[in-house]
């Protein structure tokens, strides 16, 4: 049998502890469940940020895996936990609208609120859930407890809007969704709307067709591509978009087609 | 058998390979051993604040596991390295006073000083004892060589000053002993010393009676909470506390009862 | 048997999820295969800085180990990847030069160009082959996949040009070539070439003979010594040489013999 696995997503930063706190639950709990740290570098609270993050490895990884997801600026609060099985992958999160973006792409999916206080941590911090509530829960998920033994299922989730493209009149309306650690800003446009000869415009200013490739466009020239997530992407060649062009979420994004 | 598992708290930052070399020397030793990051990013040299985090997870993994922290401003010098076996893990540091705050919330402990060369790496540098002897122990631990077989019993350690509480004609008076990641101040005054209708003060300042969790204040609102050290901390409610209210380490923090 | 392990070093940054997505794919592959993060903190294109951050570890690990470098500012261009087998681990980058200073300490090397398509990711991204190429590649040599199924054995590598350290008339002429987490400058000058009573000079400026360790000087001081790389280093004790200093990769070191 291959290793139950873990991966933890989290605004908590690695500097302080707090995400060895959750990886000592855990691993009191399952011990041979293997956990990997996917990002604690989310900005805190910054759960539009973590949607995206989410939505680059969730469904890359093996059937079974956990995903933990604690981007949770409500914690304490009454919002709930909650336990989506998507697509044979289990994902735990604040009900917050953190999973909408993973969701929007899997086939299946069905929820569960965690209630059953027998499978967390007591007595429950007020502030600390991923220790208390989200680590105890991807443990015994890791251990092959059924997700219905956490709490009832449930019909809805909270989603938060992400920005939709449009197209009108030969033009393709779209939006900067995020940027990442090389300064390569994101789009909601997908890659298989734009056709070759389409112009991309950025605040305005043309930057050309598509091109296949960074090494296509010449050192410090921006250039528009379709990135790793088959999403239209402005980037600028060995350097960085988002400073270059001072440009970031929610900037709009033209398409000339 | 569950796996032996090895925990790291460094100040080696993660950009160098400076861990990837422990986690080298620990799989040749011990090819099974899991090995976890608790925390690389201490500021370099800052035992205390290392003291501090150590206590935010030791205890929760599992009996038997080994953490390992080296925070060495002196390394290279005729401080010694130690092994502590307390509450039935393992703890393998230089001996300056970083395991102070842990083993204060430890039952039993026993010590032991690192001097069986023949349990380490050869030769050892005078620069990096992370990869020459602490890693080398704490791979031999994992692989179930007895704590007395890497040198004799000691019957004490030194130890690191760690500010009390005090009370005072009604009045609690403490410091703040950390700032985290999300810049809340955890200080030294524990929850159970406080009653609900307690006043806590900063700088001066009242910031009122305890509040359950952040969502009870207003954003931007100044609040005092009991965090998951269960330790009173001063937060702002999606901020900063440290930034907004601009103490840190050592401020004063007093509690009309 | 012992756990295959994956090691991996980027300049991905660990925010954004790019990671996760290489573990996730890894993870479908090879189920039991270790992975560990060697450092993602690589400076963006910092082809120089990967080649010396790998020298720190590669060798330290197991025979069998699989070691990933995905610092490739040319993704998506007509440069190849290849999979070296040095000293019996598996090193696995783009053909950029990155592997230059790992493979000058190995005594045994053989190089094979990754074409094989099957044993990838498809389609292939042109901006994450570390998802689509690396990756997949490592899985299947954590498997047990013969090294000359990837592709065809090839003769030379590209390099980069590493500066040497040379000799005249009693005056040892060597450069920094890298700055660590600390701000400890570390030279191309090998300990084994310095007497103990030589002078060594930085920016013409003489901090004296070699000292044991950082504690043989005053706080602040700066001094040299024989780092863990078995090279000569430039330091502040419980400072930073590279902010004190104001010198960095490039600028001249002389010894005086």
């Known amino acids: 049998v291959p290793p139950s696995r873990v991966t933890l997503l989290t605004d908590f930063g690695t500097r ?5 706190a959750m990886r000592g639950v855990i691993a009191q709990i399952s011990p041979e469940a293997v956990v990997e740290d996917a990002s604690h570098e989310v900005p805190p609270g910054d759960v ?5 993050t989410l939505a680059r490895y969730w469904n890359l990884y093996p059937t079974g895996t956990v995903h933990v997801v604690v981007v949770d600026p409500g914690v304490g609060s009454s919002r709930r936990g909650v336990i ?6 289990y994902l735990i999160a604040p009900d917050n609208g953190v999973l909408t973006r993973a969701l929007s792409d899997a086939q299946q999916q069905r929820a ?8 967390l941590r007591q007595p429950i911090s007020t502030t600390f859930h991923g220790r208390d509530v989200f680590a105890p829960v991807a ?13 009832p299922s449930i019909d809805s989730l909270v989603t938060i809007e992400m920005p939709e493209p449009r197209r009108a009149g030969g033009v393709i309306h779209g939006v900067v969704v995020m940027s990442d650690h090389f300064g390569n ?15 991309v415009e950025v605040g305005g200013v043309a930057v050309g067709a598509l091109r296949s490739t960074y090494a296509d466009a010449a ?22 978009a988002e400073e ?8 709009a994004i033209r398409v000339i087609t």
């Open 112 to 119: 569960f609120e965690i209630s059953n206080a027998s499978l």
């Open 84 to 89: 989506v099985q998507a697509d044979e992958r």
């Open 244 to 251: 270059t062009l001072r440009i970031g979420r929610g900037s």
């Open 48 to 52: 539009l940020f973590a949607a995206w």
């Open 16 to 20: 302080d502890g707090y995400v060895a």
């Open 185 to 199: 800003l994101v789009t909601n446009i997908p890659g298989d709307w734009i056709s070759r000869n389409a112009c």
């Open 139 to 151: 443990a015994h998920l890791a251990n092959g407890t059924a997700v219905s033994a956490f709490g």
């Open 219 to 240: 050192p410090g020239e921006t250039l528009a591509l379709i990135g790793s997530l088959e999403l239209l992407e402005i980037s600028v060649r060995d350097g960085s």
